[in-house]
């Protein structure tokens, strides 16, 4: 049979289409932690996430402000209310009850006991000669020391002392003593109320009267003045100390039902505030009225109030996340088959947003700051990361939902949706990070523009215009310096595979390939072709030119290691795999796959070039040493899995594209006096073998991608082919291992 025979023969037995996957590639270290997790958990999150913020600003929310606080906003009233001033009326009673002065009661038999005894004394003593007799009457009357005692009986001028002590007394409680200000430290009034006998009081202020430790210091000067002999002074002092007393005593029970009556006497407050009237302007303090204002606000927000809203925002979120699911589903389904990418599209979306959600209820008292929009951040890193045209959707969802969170005012929404698609147009074809700052630079432009026709439709005030001008060209700076910041990250964490990382990995000077150059030149200069076979390939069936021409250049890393082992970098005609046995030559060949992996680990490559060295050979069998091993088999039989390459088949149109030019052009050094003819069966032939072994199974390459790529090579290498060894016409299949020399050598 034919090769064209057997290649329709094996279209015929197809059942099922190639798979789809998705056009960028996508190896996430989080996919195999993320394989269990329901993905509509994901979902889930998300949508409570937009509930709960929209909920935040769309539903009446408790206006919770303290006395003195500044107010962030202008606050006024939803409807006609009637407000009880509960706490305005209890501070205006305790204000009433704080001017009632505390009531003390006048003691009078205080200072008439002193006045008293000090007349029985006197007129006890004024006949009385005998000392022994005067220390007897003495000690009768005072509670004082023997010394005072003898020295009050020797004295020849008693009256005149006592008569000094007694005025002493009357001078004191003239004006009153309290036994203490503890009483009175906490009290607003500037003094008391005596009650000097029922129905007879008067009012006394703080400096007219004494408290009882005031009054001893006082009386020790005036004593100090009266009587300059030491004895006279120590004696005197000795009396005052015995004998002085407050006589005003506090009366609490007749000062609280002072007080009582005080507060009865104030009535209940209460207003009436109009609809839209203002309770409290913007950056204004909080009164204590307002919060009885502000009481009678809240308790219109009941549940009843909010659940017809609730279900409107819920409504409003499961719309347009129902809507994406369709477009993913219709459009790009690989995002919905993969935890990693739908987590990933998730945090871009509900990130950026929450950002927005802060920037809007924190600056809610400049009216500026709603063109400041982090939400840009969204259409630039899908845009990078995923593609443009999932961005450009994702870009008016956001829109909707903003237009939400702002209250459907479409400022902001509409100088979003202008940015968000400068944004996704200048992030498309970012190749460098200093791309990403020109998209910034791209969409502050945009914004300024679309902000000052708003301004000049609304024919807003010039600062104001400066001002808002300025917040719309810092969002779009903030953005792009955000994204740059944040890019190398989400590239890591999310194995995916950018651009920019890719054209920095094709500098020739990287590390790696120098190392190829020095140690393995040969297979350096085959990695180059394939490189240039891979993108013109892959430009004609719409995969990532740049991601096929990178993975090119580094799927062979491994021969590095044994480059003696390989035909390009052999300096002899004498092969390496002569003196080896068939099985051993297929060991060392495979192992160039594994040790590559390694060292592209080593030198931390992207994941989706990890995948093009595992799968550029996929499972396919080398068969010249299958065939050698079938000529030299004894009695056991020889296994032809056991000339396979481990695989995994190109899962990808990058990978199995570098599987393709790698086998063409290993096959093409072998032709001799190449001409058109020739070089398009032996395109044909490889790929035709590797689409009948298999290879192509779990790639999206259709019959016609497979057709301009044969276009594509035999375009590049008859700009490029020399003469070469003649390619074998039989010793196994055609490609880049399956002859006796590229099989030992490629």
Known sequence: MSEKSQLLSFIKKRKKGFPRISRRVISSPLIKKLAPFPRWIIGIILFLFLVWALSRTLLPQEIRLKLGDISPQEIVAPEDLKVEYRLLTARKKEEAASQVRPVYDELPQVRSNIEKRIDFLLFRLREEKSVNERKRILANSFSLSSSAIDFL?????????????KSLFQEIYQKGVIDSWENLEKEISPGITVKKSPGQEINLEVNSFY??????????????QLFSDPQAFQVSW?????????NLKYNALETEMRRLKARESIKNLTGIIKKNQVIIAAR????????????????LFDWRDRLPLLGGIVLLVAVLMSLAVIYLERFQPEILQSNSLLLLLSLLVGGPFFLSYITVTSFYHSPETIYFLPIT???????????????IVVTFFLALLLGALMKFD???PLVFLCGGLTAIYGSSQVQRRGDIVRAGLLISGINLIIISTLNLLDKSPLSYSIRSGLWGMGSGFFAAIFSLGILPYLESTFGITTDIKLLELSDLNHPLLQKMVLEAPGTYHHSIVVGNLAEAAAEAVGANPLLARVSS?????????????????????????????????????????????????????????????????????????????????????????????????PRTKESAIVMLADSVEAASRTLVNPTPGKLQELVRKVINSKFIDGQMDECNLTLWDLHRIEESFLRILAGIFHSRVEYPEKKGEAGGDTDSNSSAQN
């Not at 000795?238 to 407050?246: P, R």
């Open 553 to 649: 250049y580094y799927h062979d890393i491994g021969k590095i290691n044994k480059p003696e082992y390989f035909v390009e970098n052999q300096k002899s005609y004498k092969s390496k795999h002569t003196k080896l046995t068939p099985r051993m030559s297929c060991l060392i060949l495979v192992s160039h796959i594994k040790e590559g992996i390694e060292m592209a680990q080593k030198y931390k490559l992207p994941r989706a070039i990890l995948d093009v060295i595992r799968e550029h050979h996929g499972t396919g069998v080398m068969s010249y040493f299958y065939h050698q091993a079938l000529k030299e088999q004894s009695s056991e039989p020889v296994n032809e899995d056991q000339y396979r390459y481990t695989g995994p088949r």
């Open 153 to 165: 009986a020797n004295s020849p001028d008693l009256p005149r002392f006592l008569f000094g002590i």
């Open 238 to 246: 000795e009396i005052i100390l015995s004998y002085l007393e407050s």
């Open 211 to 224: 408290e009882i430790n005031e009054v001893r210091t006082i009386a020790r000067d005036r004593i100090r």
């Open 377 to 391: 951040i969204a259409p630039i890193l899908i845009a990078i990361l995923l593609n443009s045209r999932l961005a």
């Open 410 to 412: 479409l400022r902001s």
């Open 284 to 299: 204004h303090p909080v009164t204590l009225a307002n919060l009885d204002e502000l009481v009678a606000i809240n308790s």
